[in-house]
């Protein structure tokens, strides 16, 4: 295994970052590549078709270019609609961000959970099979808010939250049938833990809110066990579309260690 070969970081936008973080605190030497879709964000208000195309598309033309060593998608929409399919034609192993539904159910006391993710990602029958094996007798109360999205984007643009959209996605689960006994939210969507003191001030603090990036995290730790890193070069993020409109992005990207900005 080259040393140097990256663990490729996959997500529609900002939202992997939160995935990253994790991945810091166990593999602090690992050459990571961050690759935002930004041309085709939000995946959320896609068809499943279109998503399955341009991750697919997407990931194929990385790996020939990065030659990584290993791809994490960190997308819940991308990995709960296209993970099968991509892991079937490439040849590297690939970690997929599940919704952390089963931690969730172990947790809640009251048998009340939330699940707040994208539009796409809430209606998947991967969603469905995952709440008949692990939330069996609870109740899972999914909302679909991709205006969290657009505003977490916005934040790690510099932009001030508008405090109107966590009231509504508050609002989105406590006024569905049993909604006022949510005592667990599973933040179904790798964008949302960027903007969970905010979740948390609109929904209260009773509230614990559950994520995949840490389990993310320790299974690539796994997967490359026994493996040599050797960071030559500063970290790097790739985007698609305009490179000029991610610019704004370059102050966050540089605090989880994303030292350059280039275009895909
Ligand atoms: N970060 C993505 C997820 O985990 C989706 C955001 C989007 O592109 O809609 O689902």
Do not use: W
């Amino acid at each position: 295994m080259d040393e140097s070969a990256p663990i490729l970081l996959f997500d529609s936008g900002v939202g992997g970052l939160t995935v990253l973080a994790e991945l810091r605190k166990l593999l602090p030497q690992a050459p990571v590549i961050y690759a935002a879709d930004l041309a085709g964000l939000p995946y959320g208000e896609k068809t499943e078709a279109e998503i399955a195309a341009r991750v697919a598309g997407l990931l194929g033309r990385m790996s020939e270019r990065f030659r990584p060593r290993l791809i994490t998608i960190a997308c819940n929409t991308a990995s709960t609609i296209a993970l099968g399919m991509v892991r079937e034609v490439l040849h590297v192993p690939i970690v997929g961000t599940v919704p952390a539904i089963k931690p969730a159910a172990a947790l809640s006391r009251t048998g009340a959970i939330g699940l707040l993710g994208t539009a796409a990602t809430v209606r998947q029958k991967y969603v469905d099979d995952l709440e008949r094996e692990f939330a069996h007798g609870k109740r899972l109360i999914r909302h679909a808010s991709p205006e969290l999205v657009a505003t977490a984007e916005a934040k790690l643009r510099g932009e001030t939250p508008d405090p109107a959209v966590f009231a509504a996605a508050a609002a989105g689960l406590r006024e569905q049938p049993g909604g006022e006994a949510i005592d667990t939210v599973v933040l179904a969507c790798t964008h949302f833990p960027l903007v969970q003191d905010e979740l948390r001030a609109a929904l209260g603090d009773n509230v614990t809110f559950v994520d995949g990036a840490q389990g993310i995290a320790r299974r690539v730790a796994y997967l490359t066990q026994g493996q040599g890193f050797l960071r030559s070069s500063p970290d790097v993020a790739v985007v698609t579309g305009d490179l000029a409109r991610a610019q704004p992005l370059a102050a966050a990207l540089k605090t989880y260690g994303l030292e350059r900005l280039e275009p895909l």
